[in-house]
């Protein structure tokens, strides 16, 4: 057999030992949508964060371009954009508004979604796209008001321009109304609309999961408070602003799955072979502090129900 020349073995060796050792000093770049400062989201992102730190210690370094738009249609597809033409390899996005703006733009870059409100109702299906969201039962929170108080009218903050927000609005509507009791829409699209809220003369307020109304939150429960009209959100109140009750899916959890979904696909999996999931295990808070504010009492059978009381 003939023998090659060294200066030929030596490349072909060189070359099996590129093809065959990994490079540990390769680099993959995550974006992430997180809309403002909504603090379910900032808790969901510090558990991504932490997790996928976990999964990639000492290994390949990644690095995470963080975009955190205003809760506007523009802002959304700006930031999508943005994440796009820096040809990420993966784009991590919180919440339905986020998502759907990358999906917009039919990008090939795979999509890991979190903080989705009942995923499988939301066109967020893909060959390229997975994640994890929650589903909280909102009949409980009428259930739980009709016990403090009576309502004859309940008043629904929500975001015609976030599509889960107006998914909740009538799925609350529709439970309110078969126990007779008026649903009145307070659909909050700029601070301006907030002067609304009031004039629908609400018993009782159930905040939904909009960024856009998150972002004025404090403004909404002052003049609830003022007016002695008790809230309900499916977000928690972590700095207990005073709401009076919350039913919500603890956002790590959805942070940490998110991760988990992530490294799998930064190590090669394709995104459809990864099943999306819904949470359904929720965390039911009493605010005891707003309720003698408001003048309520809660019964003893109901506050054994909650999974912590602020005293």
Request: one cysteine or more; a negative charge.
């Amino acid at each position: 057999m003939a023998t090659l020349p060294p200066l030929l073995r030596i490349l072909l060796a060189a070359l099996f030992v590129l093809a065959a050792a990994p490079d540990l000093h390769a680099e993959k770049r995550i974006g992430v949508i997180m809309t403002g400062d909504v603090p379910y989201y900032g808790t969901m992102h510090e558990a991504f964060v932490s997790e996928l730190n976990s999964r990639f210690a000492g290994g390949e370094k990644i690095e995470i371009i963080l975009q955190r738009p205003f809760p506007d249609p523009i802002s959304w597809s700006n930031a999508a954009r943005k994440l796009i033409a820096f040809d990420v390899d993966l784009i991590v996005t919180y919440g339905s508004p986020a998502t759907q703006a990358v999906i917009h733009e039919k990008s090939r870059i795979p999509l890991v979604y979190a903080g989705l409100y009942e995923p499988d109702q939301a066109a967020v299906a893909g060959k390229n796209v997975t994640g994890c969201g929650f589903k909280v039962p909102l009949s409980s929170i009428i259930r739980y008001f009709k016990q403090l108080k009576t309502v004859n009218t309940l008043g629904i903050v929500c975001s015609s321009i976030e599509e889960d927000s107006l998914r909740q609005y009538e799925t609350m509507k529709e439970v309110a109304e078969q126990q007779n009791i008026k649903a009145e829409k307070v659909d909050i699209r700029s601070r301006a609309d907030l002067e609304e809220l009031m004039s629908k003369n609400p018993d009782a307020v159930f905040i939904t999961g909009s960024s856009l109304v998150h972002l004025w939150l404090d403004d909404i429960l002052a003049i609830l408070k003022k007016e002695q009209v008790p809230a309900a959100d499916i977000f928690p109140d972590d700095s207990e602003a005073g709401v009076l009750m919350t039913l919500f899916q603890p956002p790590h959890l959805q942070g940490t799955m998110a991760a988990a979904m992530a490294a799998q696909i930064l190590r090669g999996e394709k995104p459809a072979d990864i099943a999306s999931h819904t949470f359904r295990d929720t965390e039911l808070v009493f605010n005891l502090v707003e309720a003698r504010h408001l003048g309520i009492a809660f019964p003893i059978h109901l506050l054994i129900e909650a999974t912590r009381v602020i005293e």
